[in-house]
């Protein structure tokens, strides 16, 4: 059949933090709609995205208000969102031109071919050297190219000098600050890092770069850093409140569990997998398909930090995929109670490659696979092949990082949704043979952005000094199988993953 539009939620949340003990006081949540109107495309509407905002702010004010919590105790507000995510806006009207193109969107595959083809060499590292990445469908500059070729008013805004392009975290501050009226246009050099038109090294925009996408670099917001008051919260309960940090989800995630010293990492298990390794105040080049990106910048003259980064496209997704695709769970919690029925896959092997292979491989036409099927094989089998898969993509992703690095990880810290889930847990410290540490807490990535927003210089009510920070308890789960054992098991999943990838042909 043909494929059909249909939509599923994602969500923005609002935490509030006590800055002295970085203890969560209260939040809320409103989903929004992720709409995939063509096979392989994914988007989000910008008003959707900013109204949920809205809303959240209020409803937590008002939750504060029945907590007896006077809302001038607020200091500071901090902005985390889902990087490389492109929008496009009028400046004059205020509104967006066309709606959000979500990372894990696939419609720039011919974009990026050409673009890979006009290359020396047909070398998709080609502009490695600058951006730390891949010429891939992930990143800013092919989606805000892809809506300069084939939507008209993005063409016309941006020829009439009207238009504004921005990741989630710029379309939030300069609506928040004011839009049209005053809004400031910012980015931090988190998000700018995964743009493909940010140099690395200058921490600033490339006119090279911009020039290969041909980006006229008036429509880019201004890069500061991480942690630094940008402008004001405009309306609302929390008018003059500064906005005052923007961090990428993922450094957002490294800050929060504290990996300020070289050589830590965390893993964050969302729709996808994310491992990032702060590797210092020097960036890091991958041989090893991983990717250099900026860790965070905790003040405009403080040093940036660098980070590898090591990213799986389909993690928590596989889960919703198993719920609304085969109906074979009911609830994504109902997962592990299936796994752990059987205990093991016996021998089926799932590779879900849903929008192509991420790091290492970076192969864009790879399809998912399932084999090792025979008449004993289950859905129980299938659930713990699906929660072996995302512990296997993360060591693929962890042994590039160790080779990359030169020193072996001891311990992985680990974060998000499905780090609940403790059979999954418990089998990436099997599958990886080193402990998994989690904290007690689980909402570490906005307490990454409130962290930044609380040090930021003129508000000053988050000390970011080793002495000064929180200690907050985890769960650590230590490897029980054998080494061995973890090997096999690992060496048959590298099998499965290099069967044939069967290119998806389209349906007409």
């Known amino acids: 059949g043909k494929w059909c539009s249909h939509q599923i939620l994602t969500g923005f949340l609002i935490h509030v933090f006590n800055s002295k003990t970085a203890e ?59 990087r490389e995510t492109t929008l496009v806006w009028d400046k004059e009207t205020g509104e967006p031109l066309y709606n959000a193109i979500v990372w894990l969107d696939l419609r720039t595959q011919s974009t990026v071919e050409r673009l890979i083809n006009s290359t020396p060499g047909k070398n998709k590292n080609h502009l490695k050297h600058k951006t730390g990445l891949p010429i891939s469908t992930y990143f800013s500059a092919v989606k805000l190219r892809w809506l300069m070729d084939n939507v008209e008013e ?62 006229p670099m008036e429509i880019l917001p201004q890069v500061k850093s991480s942690s630094e008051i940008y402008g004001s919260v405009n309306s609302g309960s929390l008018a003059g409140v500064p906005i005052s940090g923007c961090l990428g989800d993922q450094s957002a995630a490294l800050v929060g569990q504290m990996c300020f010293q070289d050589g830590q990492a965390k893993n964050t298990y969302g729709t996808g997998c994310f491992l990032l390794r702060n590797t210092g105040i020097k960036p890091v080049m991958s041989e090893h398909g991983l990717l250099t990106t900026l860790a965070y910048k905790l003040g405009k003259d403080s040093p940036a930090y660098y980070a590898l980064e090591g990213s799986v496209a389909i993690a928590g997704a596989v889960v919703r995929w198993l719920k609304d695709n085969l109906g074979i769970i009911q609830s994504s919690a109902e997962i592990e109670k299936l796994a752990g029925d059987v205990g093991s896959s016996y021998g089926c092997y799932f590779v879900p490659a849903f929008s192509g292979l991420y790091a290492p491989y970076w192969e864009p036409s790879a399809r998912g696979i399932i084999c090792g099927l025979t008449q004993f094989t289950n859905r129980s089998h299938l659930a713990f092949a699906a929660l072996e898969a995302v512990c296997f993509q993360t060591r693929e992703i ?108 389209k349906m007409e």
């Open 398 to 505: 962890l042994e590039a990082m160790n080779q990359d690095y030169g020193v072996p990880l001891s311990q992985l810290q680990v974060d998000g949704g499905m780090t609940s889930n403790r059979l999954l847990m418990q089998l990436q410290a099997d599958v990886l043979c080193i402990p998994v540490v989690k904290p007690s807490m689980s909402e570490t990535t906005a307490l990454g952005a409130a962290m930044a927003a609380g040090a930021a210089e003129g508000v000053g009510v988050w000390s970011l000094t080793p002495g000064d920070l929180t200690t907050i308890p985890t769960d650590k789960y230590q490897p029980l199988i054998n080494p061995e054992e973890s090997e096999f098991r690992f060496a048959r999943w590298k099998k499965a993953v290099q069967k044939k990838w069967p290119k998806y042909q």
């Open 154 to 215: 993005v063409a016309e805004a941006v020829l009439t000098h009207r238009a504004m392009f921005g990741t989630v975290d710029s379309w939030l501050i300069w609506c928040l600050t004011g839009g049209k009226s005053g809004g400031v246009h910012i980015t931090d050099v988190t998000n700018a890092s995964r743009t493909m038109l940010f140099n690395i090294h200058t921490l600033d925009w490339d006119p090279e770069l911009c020039k290969y996408f041909d980006v």
């Open 24 to 82: 969560l006081i209260s939040h809320h949540q409103v989903g929004i709609k992720q709409s995939f109107p063509k096979e392989g495309w994914v988007e989000e509407d910008p008003k959707e995205i900013l109204q949920s905002v809205y809303e959240c702010m209020e409803r937590t004010c008002e939750k504060l208000g029945q907590l007896n919590i006077d809302i001038s105790n607020i200091k500071a507000v901090g902005v985390t969102n889902q």
